[in-house]
């Protein structure tokens, strides 16, 4: 990897994790779950539809054929990802989050076998059981406290991970015919609709939060939600794919430090272990698994974590 992806892909990542302790310090200052991602996603929609009309600028609306597949996988990968994602934060660490939300790759290479045919080597399942491991050590374990309890969070966050894990697993067709910030546009604007059911007492709400939440909102609904995504498609475009997105693998670990110096937050022993279980898989997975979901991976630009 050259240094110039290098620089953007970790701009790209920690930007991208920002939004974990983000999130969860939005919720401690006033915003209720359900406002925080209309008022994030209604930033973000204002501020692609800004640039789709920017003089200069090639955007393509998308084909007639693809609207309904576009709106299932908004309606997929942002609205149930980010309810998963705030809901879960209400009670489960930032640190947490992103190592589940880590995990996404594991539920993205079962759709692969059982739904897509694709096929899975030993090592593959490997990685598979000891990613599912991890994630059922952080499932008991992943409270923002120390008490070893199933925890109703991160089943919000499991479903949010399964959201995105079904966005990276069907999107493939669709990058074929759309760019990157074109097709992260489209499931944007899809994807805010349904947040319009958290609009009662959205204008009430927001006048009882305080103004580092407000800051915090703007700041994630701009830069995870669209700068992550240019910065994303500039690394992509200057280095090797397959490098490129193994940067991804260390999200988890800014998500934790950031969490640790913005909340003074730092995952119980038991939930490291899982996470690092989980990750583990997912590099096995990634490294030694079905070569076809390899090179699934390495050819597909990253549009979920997005998502955060």
């Known amino acids: 990897m050259n240094t110039k992806s290098f620089l953007f892909a970790s701009i ?21 779950p359900g406002h925080l991602v209309l008022t994030r996603y209604f930033i ?4 692609f539809a800004i640039y789709a009309m920017w003089p200069g600028v090639k955007f393509r609306l998308p084909e007639k054929k693809d609207l309904l597949q576009i709106a299932v996988l908004g309606w997929t990968g942002i609205s149930l990802y980010h309810i998963g994602v705030t809901f879960g934060e209400e009670t489960v660490s930032a640190g947490t989050t992103g190592m589940i939300v880590g995990a996404a790759p594991i539920f993205t290479s079962l759709i692969a076998v059982f739904f897509l ?5 030993l090592f593959g399942w490997l990685g598979l059981v000891l990613g599912f491991v991890g994630i059922a050590i952080i499932t008991m374990a992943g409270s923002a406290g120390p008490v070893f309890q199933l925890n109703k969070g991160v089943l919000f966050i499991l479903m949010a991970t399964c959201a995105t894990a079904v966005m990276f697993a069907y999107q493939k067709p669709l ?7 074109e097709l992260t546009a489209y499931f944007t604007w899809v994807g805010t609709i349904p947040f319009f059911f958290f609009s009662p007492g959205w204008i009430e709400g927001l006048q009882q939060a305080t103004l580092e939440a407000h800051l915090a909102t703007i700041f994630i609904g701009i830069f995870p939600t669209v700068i992550g995504y240019v910065t994303w498609g500039l690394a992509l475009s200057s280095g090797k794919a397959s490098s490129v997105t193994s940067m991804l693998y260390i999200e988890p670990v800014f998500v934790i430090v950031l969490a640790w110096l913005w909340l003074n937050e730092w995952p119980n022993m038991v939930t490291l272990i899982g996470g690092a279980l989980a990750i583990s898989g997912v590099l096995v997975i990634h490294m030694l698994g079905s070569k076809s979901f390899r090179q699934r991976k390495q050819n597909r630009p990253h549009t979920g974590t997005i998502k955060c």
Do not use: C, D, N, Q
């Open 44 to 47: 973000a929609s204002i501020i």
């Open 12 to 32: 790209t990542v920690i930007i991208w994790a920002s939004s974990f302790p983000a999130i969860r310090m939005i919720l401690h200052e006033g915003y209720s």
């Open 175 to 181: 990058l074929k015919r759309y760019s990157s910030i």
């Open 117 to 121: 045919k694709e096929r899975i080597r």
